[in-house]
């Protein structure tokens, strides 16, 4: 438009007229205004432009940023899922128990390290995949299977957790395992899954193992509820073998304590049946024998009845672990000929041939619990008496096995020709509560515990007891025993002991400080003491005999000392008196009378300061020898 | 119902004045009360055309606002839009005020001034503040919000950081009429009779890993060591990818151990040192999990939100709605779906705004029922009024 124009143009235009200049000058402004609108508008466009060019360069920036984040994302869902698969295939490898998850056909689709071990298959890839009937039919029996399925039926359908019990034999190992069976269905909800099913949409694992249960939605809705998926079943496999056995074993025991229970009610009331019964018998008889008749009979009634409260008592310490032997010196032919003693009226009186054989190498002393050692013998000895009929013959054997200068051997053996006892019956004989059979103990009486302690006895002394027997032909029950021999300078000493005079029944001249709280404690000591002339003062506690003896220190020789008592117990009392500062309180002996016939309590006493003890009930025959072992000549 | 709101939007961009034109159309100023504030959220564009200049010039009341990426309001959603909420009351009063540009060394006396210009506005202390800070790389939001906590006496505090048009932030800017700025923060104290309800979800439970490292050393927000180690070596090694442009898609969890929800917080920056700058404050001694935002879980906090905003909308009129713009990126390729659930929720039910938030201030409530400032990233925030 705008021409370049020379100075001949220049003088042309210099021509124009008012008119032509004016038109010219409009078309300039409206080129002018053209070319502003036109800039107007490329600037627009162009900032449009760059405006479009920023969004999209952001769009990709946002994009970039997008992948990475969501890689980022899929980075911690695969590493929680990774923590995760770990976890579980830790949890499957480390579970005792045999769980296995199986799916919708109810194939294997998880399983414990445990159950692949009790199948015998080498690794999960042998079991994965497969159905539960084939991995596990070969290996336990159909009627487990049997179960199984049954109890996968019913949890499914009651879509509750089912507990099954049953037992199978597993033809890999032989072995009969139980087992308490979870079988939890499993259900996931499913929102795109439609509709309701059929009634027949539950399906035997026997016929069909396709599963499709659902929950019922509504019929104006169907698909809109959410349904529930059949996803499959988990079982939990609970290995009860060991607690069904334990809880078994525990049944049986108390069953046999129940009937040892009975038992011992009736060993203790039958006796005290006697000692009532003749009571009263002897307290209405008129005439002197018919008195000394019943009071013999009280005397044995009430000695068997001590027998079986001792062996009531030595189980007790047994099943507590509390019993234990002592240790001192004993002449073995004086223990056997007290033994005979005490069973010779039986045997005679059963007309048996009686013998013992005493091996000439056994040392006539020895050191052990001679008077466990002698319940033992005591015990299968009266065994064998009770158990052989009359004119049968009964042999005790001391016969040494093994001797060095310090210790024996020896073997201890009691042979009957008594009715003998089968081998089902010898595997439950030395099992407390237990006689070879419960009519056994009908017909001849006896607690059972007999041998059940001379075993423990005869194990504690390092020994092993036995027997050998048939039916018919009689038993022989042996034991095995090490003591330890007494060195010859106190085998000297010994053989120059006092010896003890239990037979000296004249105390006159003594006096003796009696501590017993019950009244008729201290009358059976008055009247059996009566004959000896032996004095005694009373004290009815710990107190009142210390005050008596401060009184008068040098009156008494001795002092019996109960040790349960009230205001202040024997052991105080004995602590006091023995820390009076007195040369008799220090010297006088003091022995206990105690019911208590424990180990520590024996030596509580003789810790307090006592010299010895006795027994309650009293033995009078026991209290003449400590008479006479501890008053002085 | 005391605080009416009304609702203005324009996606025109090439025309300011055929924008602003638009944008009064919608506004009817009869129907204003004795006390007035509009808020303005808009995408940087409308700030670089000047629409926003010419708009500050045609009102009559304070503008205060901040940049956006996305906003919905009407029924309408849009990515490049502006939407002005004029909030008006005659028993409610607003106070503006802005700061000079923040920096760590004058961050706390700046906000107490700006505070007390607004608090001299207002008959009585303030209900309730709300903020639009900027977005400063070297200080945390919480650092922020800490000094306005305490500048104005523990008053509950909402609001938000601008996001901007790209990942790198750079088109993030606090408005205050005609004050538009990237350091500056603007901010409205309400008094009178209202009573807000703030709601905040972030990460759902499920999203967030169980597994926690130890803050064993930091420095307010700069976290310097997790179990010992250089924070991003820790996080790497959990084999996290950091883009270095861009590095606020991966949520931190924070465990506060008062009675209060675990805190999502973002990386603001990463420090050669190992550090990084996060959005909140790192105690020493606290808890750390990595989470994740996706789609599932931004649409379930969402929802939740939704359910609660409905509920405190019984009571009220307004609801003022600041998602961060992080879920808006994550929802890829369905961005809107938030959006389109917010206008589904309260769409003819509760007049409301939503502006996407580059960091959501939002109270939380501690166990004993009292209110406690906080900082938050991957939220889902709003203020019921």
Sequence with gaps: MFEKRDATEQGELDSLSQEEAIALAKELSAAVERQASELKENQKESKRLAREVRHLKTEIDQERSISIAKANQKILETQVQRERDRYLQLLLASSQNIILMLDKQLHIAYCTATFIATIGARSEDEVIGRSLHE???????????????????????????????????????????????????????????????????????????????????????????????????????????????????????????????????????????AIMGMTAIGSKAQTIEKKDLAFSKIDTASRHLLGVINDILDMSKIEAKKFELSSAEFNVKELLQR??????????????????????????????????????????????????????????????????????????????????????????????????????????????????????????????????????????????????????????????????????????????????????????????????????????????????????????????????????????????????????????????????????????????????????????????????????? | ????????????????????????????????????????????????????????????????????????????????????????????????????????????????????????????????????????????????????????GQTPIWGSIGSGDDMSYSTCRTIFNSTIDQAVLALIAVSGEVEPEFILTSIPDNHIRNYKGLITSSEGSHLKTVDNIPTLDYIRELGVILNPNDYTTVPLLLDNDDGSRPVALAIYSMNDDGSIVCGGRMPEGAYLSLGMIDHEGILETAATSLREILEAAEQRSVALLLPCVTRYIMLSPQQDSEMLAAIGALDGVVPYALGYSGGEVCPMRRADGSWVNRFHNFSFSACVL
């Design chain 1, 339 to 633: 033994i005979v003693d005490v069973n010779a009226f039986k045997i005679n009186e059963n007309a048996q041939l009686f013998e013992v054989r005493l091996d000439e190498d056994l040392p006539p002393l020895l050191v052990g619990d001679d008077q466990r050692f002698s319940q033992v013998i005591t015990n299968l000895l009266s065994n064998a008496i009770k158990f052989t009929p009359e004119g049968g013959s009964i042999t005790l054997t001391l016969a040494v096995e093994e001797q060095s200068d310090t210790s024996c051997t020896f073997l201890t053996s009691i042979s009957d020709t008594g009715i003998g006892i089968s081998e089902e019956q010898q595997s439950r004989l030395f099992h407390s509560f237990e006689q070879a059979e419960s009519s056994t103990s009908r017909k001849f009486g006896g607690t059972g515990l007999g041998l059940a302690i001379s075993k423990n006895i005869v194990e504690l002394m390092g020994g092993r007891i036995w027997v050998e027997s048939e039916p018919g032909k009689g038993s022989t029950f042996s034991f095995s025993t090490t003591m330890e021999i007494p060195d010859e300078e106190h085998e000297m000493a010994s053989s120059t002991d006092v010896p003890s005079d239990s037979d000296n029944h004249d105390f006159s001249g003594y006096h003796l400080l009696l501590a017993e709280d019950v009244d008729i404690n201290r009358e059976i000591l008055h009247a059996l003491l009566e004959p000896t002339d032996i004095a005694i003062d009373d004290a009815e506690n710990g107190v009142a005999v210390v005050e008596r003896f401060k009184e008068h220190p040098e009156r008494y020789d001795v002092i019996f000392m109960d040790v349960q008592m009230p205001v202040m117990d024997g052991l105080e009392a004995t602590r006091t008196i023995r820390a009076l500062g007195l040369p008799q309180a220090e010297r006088i002996p003091i022995i206990a009378m105690t019911a208590n016939v424990f180990r520590e309590d024996i030596e509580k006493c003789l810790a307090a300061g006592m010299n010895d003890h006795l027994g309650k009930p009293i033995d009078l025959d026991l209290v003449l020898r400590k008479l006479n072992e501890y008053l002085p000549l």
């Design chain 1, 135 to 273: 991995v596990i039919q070969g290996i336990l029996e159909p009627e487990f299977m049997q179960i199984i399925d049954t109890g996968i039926d019913a949890a499914v359908e009651t879509k509750s957790v089912k507990i099954l019990h049953g037992q199978s034999r597993s033809k890999l190992t032989g072995t009969i395992n139980r087992y308490s069976i979870n079988v939890s269905p499993m259900f996931g909800s499913d929102e795109a899954s439609a509709g309701i099913l059929s009634e027949e949409a539950k399906v035997s694992t026997t016929t069909n193992p396709s599963w499709s249960v659902r929950a019922k939605g509504t019929p104006e809705q169907p698909g809109t509820q959410t349904d529930l998926v059949f996803e499959g079943v988990l079982l939990l496999f609970n290995d009860i073998t060991e607690l069904e056995l334990a809880r078994e074993h525990a049944e049986q025991a108390s069953r046999a304590k129940g009937d040892f229970l009975s038992n011992m009610s009736h060993e203790m009331r039958t006796p005290m049946n």
């Design chain 2, 1 to 152: 119902m005391s605080i009416k709101m009304f609702t203005a939007y324009t996606e025109e961009l090439d025309d300011a004045d055929d924008a602003v034109a638009e944008l009064l159309e919608q506004i009817d100023f009869e129907e204003l009360g004795a006390h007035t504030v509009g808020l303005i959220t808009c995408s940087y564009d409308f700030i670089e055309s000047g629409i926003v200049d010419e708009l500050v010039e045609k009102l009559p009341f304070d503008l205060v606002g901040m940049s956006t990426m996305a906003s919905a309001s009407c029924g309408v959603f849009a990515k490049y839009r502006l939407m002005l909420n004029v909030l008006t009351a005659d028993d409610v009063q607003f106070s503006t005020a802005v700061t000079g540009p923040l920096d760590t060394g004058n961050l706390d006396e700046e906000i107490q001034l700006a505070y007390e210009r607004a608090l001299s506005g207002l008959p009585d202390k303030p209900v309730f503040i709300i903020g639009f800070f900027p977005l400063l790389r070297s200080l945390g939001g919480e650092d922020m919000v800490i000094a306005l906590d305490a500048a104005s």
